[in-house]
C-alpha cells in the first residue's frame, strides 16, 4: 500500500510539472504560438495606449518615463497609478463658478479739513499773475494758517487757485483736484 501512495505521489507530481510547462508557453519551437504570444503582447500595448490616453483625459500628468513604460509593458507602474487614486467622498458641484469680485473702489481724497475765514487781496497791479497776490486765511483744527498759490498745506494739499468765490486745492498724494468755497 505505501508503495501504491508513492506511485500515485509521482504520478501527481509528473501532472503538475506537465500542465504547468504546458500553460507557461515554455515550448518556444512552435512558430504558430510565436504568433499567438506577439499578438497577445501587441494586444497588450494597444490597450495600454488607450489606459494612457485615458489617463491623460483623467487629468493626470505623467512624464514621458512613465509613458513609455505603459505602452512598453502592457502596465503603469505603481507611483503612476497612485496619481489615479481619488477620495470618492470629495464634493463635486457642477454649478457654474462664483462671478469675479469686483475691482476695488478708486481711493479717494479725503473731504477737505479747513474752514474759510478771509480773503485779502493784495495790490495786483505789480503785475503778478492772477491770483499770485491773493491770501487765504483757513482755520485748520483751530490753527490759522495763510495760504497763498503754490503753497502747500498740511503737508498734503497744494495751493492751485485762488479767486474771489473759492480755491483749487490738489490732493498730491492721488493727484486730485478739491474746490474750497468761500460762501460768501
Known sequence: MKALAKYRVWI???LVVLISWW???FDDDSDQDKSITKTAHDNAANKAA??????KAAGAQL???EALAVIGKGFAPRASM???HRDPFTVVSFEPPPPPAPPPPKPVAPPLNFKYLG??????STGKEQGAGRAVFLDSGGQLLIAHKGDTLAGQYRVLEINDTNMQL???PLAERQTLN???
Open 12 to 14: 501527481a507530481l509528473v
Open 50 to 55: 488607450r489606459k494612457q490616453t485615458s489617463i
Open 182 to 184: 468761500f460762501g460768501r
Open 170 to 172: 490738489e490732493y498730491t
Open 119 to 124: 480773503l485779502l487781496r493784495e495790490d495786483e
Open 23 to 25: 500553460v507557461s508557453g
Open 82 to 84: 497612485e496619481k489615479l
Open 63 to 65: 512624464d514621458h518615463t
